[in-house]
């Protein structure tokens, strides 16, 4: 698999924005606002095994909001997710269907 690692969210696709720096004098120099991604581990339950992300830290909260990356992944549509979270939203309801 030839991934890049990009500066965006595997959850909610937020990545770089840019704008200006502008000082007093209303002097505008081009800047990056970057997104505060963090490198985070999530248990699921229903697949039993470690799933890790590259998530910001609002959709941490969006994740433990939902009860976990399980609940997350079979509520949220995958319009935005990234390829990795798609195949794992995609062996979730699989699991699920199975169980049922």
Known sequence: MNSTMTKACDLSGKKVQFGNNVSKANNKTRRKFNVNLQSVTFKSVILNRNIRFSLATSSIRTVSKFGGIDQFLTKTKSKNLSQKAKRIQRA???????AS
């Open 92 to 98: 979730i309801t699989v699991a699920q269907r199975k």
